[in-house]
């Protein structure tokens, strides 16, 4: 032996370490195989033998792991043919060619080549791959299921077992760039679904569980990767059995269907029934009607590279008998998928949406069932990807996460019609529309894309619900359909103002485009209704959850509300007393142009003396200044000013002057004219507040009830925050949000908007939600297609 030390004596497989030694001195892992050097070679001795021109063209692959190179002499010119190629198990460092256990005892057995030094490559893998080389095909395919388990993917419940991607991959343990097709497989309980595809993919093993008890050994959707054909393979549970969710766990084979690209429906009868038909028909039918749609959809939505076909996958009817003929036996003429056309035909089913049907029978006399047969079949099946093509894992587990997201949820059993396998109920939305009864048209789930319900049929009008809701009748000739609602005050109106014309004028109709088209008291007499002049009415559904129909918008006792908290809080900010305070404040809010403001005056116009914090002062409704009580205490009509004929406070001064008319503007009457209606009103309310100025100081909760609009929730049912669900008391005040009307405390509703469609066109409290909505959409209806702000 030789007296340096080899690798093997190092503890180092010699297998995958440098035989050249020619830059590394035979100690870095081998990573090439030249076969014209008949050597293994590291990254540099590859890189500097073969700079030599004459070395430079010799074929070199790359080693994977547990390499074990073949016998020199066998494959060289002089050895056996290249069919009867030999692993080496050894190598010789003198002559450096590796091996067989064969040529070892024909060269190197006797003379001086006997003690030439040798390394052994491990044993272990040489023998395995002796035992590869030495199998047949079917053994070797059977070596490579060794390994396989399956795994819940979907259970009972229709929840999906796998949490991403990377978690579906590494269950069915394959490689996340392989190309996979969809193999799944249906039928009735106990026809032995499982045990098929045990001995047809998986050789016998028992991968899916079987059971002889009556119970079904198969609850939910289970999947394993077969990688032989390298497909996932889908076992699903049996029809007809007694099970509970009976509804959705059948629109769970739906789904199974629509991801796989071959189906098998296994049925151990001496007949086909009529059920086969049935299911594949309604299966057919609910593919191309709900799933369709969806699956181009996911693909756009996940952006796949691999579009989901849009048919369906083929189908395979493994049919197996035992005391009756195979299907087209008596008729060799036909052909057996003919055969099942026609019952297809006769039953009214039309299977239209898979890409294919085929019949496979087997005959069994006596068992085991023959699956080779079968097995052929499939085969060529996969081998087509004329139709469905394969596609990475990530795809099928994004196609199978859509379609669970998409149709999800319970189905109520008492509205179920199930003269069909997959009824409509099964895969659209459930909602049902309060007035008529009618139920959504669109797909579940629909409103996480944003889309309203819609129903096919007109509704009724409910007096309980009012779903009547107007558009402008102008707009409409002019070809637009703009919705408009009743509400307190026009947009272009400040809070009092507005409160003020509501009082004198009613409430109005206020259309984007044209302006105030309504106002319900604007004339003495002779109002007409809003419905025979400047709207047009129509009936739309009434869903749950919505909002109302925008119909109470009458928040005039809640604005005023609304101001006498602000009045109390500036009260109580600036320490004054709360009937000057508010005098003060709610006259300049609704003071005539032509007066001073209170802040300006300082002292009274007459006498000069000087105002206190808690002095009155008054405005001469003549000339607009402010006086001291003692020098404006007479009254008198004001006709020029638009007081009409009633005596009303005047300056002693304008008071003497009363003979003589004063000189007033047409422009400034317009001008007055509408403030002035704003004051009138706002002197009731100051004569009002001498009498209960002490109301400020108790709750306002006392009266909000009789203040509230209708779409508000009443206090006494709000008990906790509709957001942080925090626990309301003496401490944490409840504040309702203008827009749906829902209630809050003060952290979460502490932003300001305006909702012009509630009628409130300044900005108001609303909470955290509906500020995070698009201007318009806080409390929008869905009526049909139009959306009504």
Not at 503 to 517: L, T
Not at 531 to 538: H, I, P
Not at 645 to 662: G, I, K, M, T
Request: proline share 5%; hydrophobic share 30%.
């Amino acid at each position: 032996m030789s007296a340096q030390t080899s690798p093997a004596e190092k503890g180092l497989n010699p297998g995958l370490l440098c035989q050249e030694s020619y830059t590394c001195s035979g100690t870095d892992e081998a990573v090439f195989e030249c076969d014209e050097c008949c050597s293994l070679q590291c990254l540099r001795c590859e890189e500097e033998l073969h700079r030599q021109e004459r070395l430079r063209n010799h074929e070199r692959i790359r080693l994977k792991a547990g390499h074990v190179p073949y016998c020199d002499p066998c494959k060289g010119p002089s050895g056996h043919s290249p069919g009867m190629k030999q692993r080496a198990v050894v190598r010789c460092q003198t002559c450096k060619i590796n091996l067989c256990l064969e040529c070892q005892k024909r060269t190197h057995s006797g003379g001086n080549r006997r003690r030439h030094p040798v390394t052994v490559y491990h044993v272990a893998k040489v023998q395995e791959l002796l035992e590869e080389e030495g199998m047949d095909e079917d053994t070797k395919r059977k070596k490579m299921t060794e390994k396989v388990v399956s795994f819940l993917l979907v259970d009972e419940n229709e929840e999906v077992q796998v949490m991403n991607e990377e978690d579906f991959i590494r269950k069915l343990d394959c490689k996340p760039d392989q190309h996979l097709k969809v193999v799944s497989i249906f039928g009735n309980t106990g026809d032995g679904k499982s045990h098929t595809l045990n001995h047809t993919f998986f050789y016998g093993r028992e991968v899916f569980k079987t059971s002889p008890a009556q119970e079904s050994c198969t609850v939910g959707v289970w999947a394993a990767y077969d990688p032989v054909h390298k497909v996932a393979v889908i076992d699903t549970e049996g029809l007809l059995g007694a099970t509970v969710n009976l509804s959705q766990r059948t629109r769970l084979l739906l789904k199974v269907l629509a991801i796989s690209d071959l189906v098998i429906y296994r049925t151990h009868a001496d007949r086909l029934h009529n059920d086969l038909f049935k299911f594949l028909g309604d299966a057919s039918e609910a593919y191309l009607k709900h799933f369709t749609k969806e699956l181009k959809a996911t693909t756009a939505r996940c952006g796949l590279d691999v579009p989901l076909s849009t048919l369906g996958p083929a189908v395979i009817i493994f049919h197996e008998t035992v005391h009756t003929q195979l299907l087209g036996s008596d008729h060799p003429s036909e052909v057996p998928e003919k055969l099942i056309q026609d019952r297809f035909r006769k039953l009214g089913r039309f299977p239209e949406a898979f890409s294919s049907i085929h019949y496979k029978g087997t005959r069994t006399y006596n068992p085991p069932t023959d699956f080779s047969g079968l097995r052929r079949a499939l085969e060529q099946q996969l081998e087509n990807n004329t139709t469905r093509s394969p596609r990475h894992p990530g795809v099928i587990f994004k196609a199978l996460k859509a379609l669970s997201d998409r149709f999800s949820g319970e189905i109520p059993d008492d509205q179920m019609a199930h003269s069909s396998f997959f009824p409509d109920e099964y895969f659209t939305c459930s909602v049902l529309c309060l007035s008529c009864g009618a139920g959504c048209k669109n797909s579940m789930n629909h409103g996480k894309e944003g889309v309203p319900h819609e129903a096919n049929s007109r509704c009724r009008y409910s007096h309980q619900y009012d779903n009547r809701v107007f558009t402008c009748k102008a707009c409409y000739e002019r070809g637009n359909e703009v919705s408009v609602v009743p509400k307190t005050a026009a947009s272009t109106d400040s809070p009092w103002m507005g409160l003020a014309k509501y009082a004198w004028s009613g409430y109005v109709i206020e259309c984007p485009n044209c302006g105030v088209v309504y106002r319900s008291r604007q004339y003495w007499f002779g109002n007409q209704d809003p419905v025979d002049t400047v709207v047009r009415t129509e009936i739309v559904h009434v869903w749950p959850g919505t909002d109302g129909f925008l119909k109470d918008n009458n928040n005039a006792a809640q604005r005023l509300l609304d101001g006498m908290n602000f009045m109390a809080q500036s009260v109580s900010e600036l320490s004054l007393g709360p009937t000057k305070a508010v005098t003060s404040w709610l006259t300049d809010q609704i003071a005539p142009a032509y007066w001073r403001p209170n802040s300006q005056i300082l002292s009274c116009n007459k006498c000069a003396t000087s105002f206190k914090d808690n002095d009155t002062k008054h405005h001469c409704r003549a000339c607009g200044e402010g006086f001291c009580d003692s020098c404006s205490s007479k009254t008198r009509p004001v006709p020029e000013r638009g007081w009409g004929p009633a005596p009303v406070r005047v300056c002693d001064n304008c008071y003497e002057a009363r003979n003589s008319q004063l000189d007033v503007t047409e422009a400034q009457a317009d001008d007055e004219g509408g403030t002035l209606i704003a004051r009138k009103v706002g002197e009731a309310v100051q004569n009002t507040l001498g009498a209960v100025v002490t109301a400020i100081d108790i709750p306002l909760g006392l009266v909000k009830d009789a203040a509230r609009p209708a779409y508000w929730v009443p206090d006494h049912e709000i008990l906790h925050c509709h957001n942080c669900r925090k626990e309301f008391s003496i401490k944490l005040s409840k504040h309702h949000c203008r827009a749906c009307g829902q209630g809050f405390c003060d952290e979460c509703s502490h932003d300001r908007r305006a909702v012009p469609s509630r009628g409130w066109d300044h900005p108001v409290r609303v909470c955290f939600n509906c500020n995070k909505k698009p201007a318009g959409t806080s409390i929008s209806i869905m009526t049909g297609k139009r959306l009504l702000c």
